[in-house]
């Protein structure tokens, strides 16, 4: 089956709700090819590699986290990014990206999804009083000892997360917020939680979870957004029944 690039646009703003977010980059269509979509790839970043592995299956469209044309980028077509666009010129692949939008969303995004593979009981939003709050806070069922939350974060994610042990004995519970949100720990800290998980971590991410009494653990920028796209790909593939392939080209970022 095929479904129409512009209705698929359509039930993906739909979905996501980008409207509703500030973004640091455009979401929606950001390159655009051929008007029918049958196959549709999803990834995390649209780097060379994902393009290149989307050109090899014959895919028309790409749904990514990470697309192009961030606030403040440079705006000229040369390098990598000219490569990059003639790749999807040059093939007709639509590419269509959801930076804020696929982290937020309540079932299918980056952290729900995280969230739910690391058996964490939503109670609430990082952001307290946005009902669009990007990171999330929860609990654990049985509260784990941070060796042993380690331990299921490796298992789940495939990487070992680094870990600074600042706060108690036993987690209960958590914050969370996939990628490069170590700054939100300031937010787990007011609320009085436990431990705080995210991808990356800064040089005084350290000191901050070691005085402020919390658990941090770093479980990779890419590693903990690889759910959002996924499932989000394999959401329009059972609306119109298309062809979907989720492609994770591994990062140890
Ligand atoms: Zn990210």
Redesign the pocket.
């Known amino acids: 089956m095929s479904v129409k690039t512009e209705e698929l646009i359509a039930a993906l703003d739909n979905l996501l709700e980008p409207g509703q977010f500030r973004d640091y980059a455009p979401n929606g269509l950001q390159v655009e090819g051929c008007p029918e979509v049958k196959r549709l790839v999803s990834g995390?970043t649209a780097s060379q590699a994902l393009l290149d592995a989307a050109v090899e299956w014959e895919a028309d469209a790409i749904l990514v986290?990470?697309g192009y044309f961030w606030k403040g980028e440079d705006a000229c077509i040369r390098g990598i990014k000219r490569k990059r666009l003639k790749t999807l010129l040059d093939h007709d692949i639509n590419l269509l990206a959801y930076?804020l939008p696929l982290?937020a969303h309540a079932t299918l995004g980056?952290n729900a999804r995280l969230g739910d593979l690391l058996g964490l009981k939503v109670t609430g939003g990082l952001e307290v009083g946005n009902p669009r709050s990007i990171g999330l806070v929860g609990e654990l069922e049985t509260a784990l000892t941070a060796q042993q939350l380690t331990q299921r974060i490796a298992t789940v994610l495939g990487r070992e997360p680094l870990h600074i042990d600042g706060g108690p004995e036993l987690i209960r519970t958590l914050g969370w917020c996939?990628?490069?949100a170590q700054g939100y720990i300031e937010k787990a800290v007011a609320l009085g939680l436990d431990a705080f998980i995210s991808?990356e971590v800064s040089e005084p991410t350290f000191h901050s979870a070691q005085e402020n009494g919390i658990h941090y653990f770093a479980a990779g920028?890419h590693a903990t957004?690889r759910y959002g796209a996924k499932a989000v790909g394999e959401y329009l593939a059972e609306a119109f029944a298309l062809e979907h392939r989720f492609i994770d080209i591994p990062n140890p970022v």
């Open positions: 995390v986290h990470h930076h982290d980056n996939s990628g490069g991808g920028h957004e």
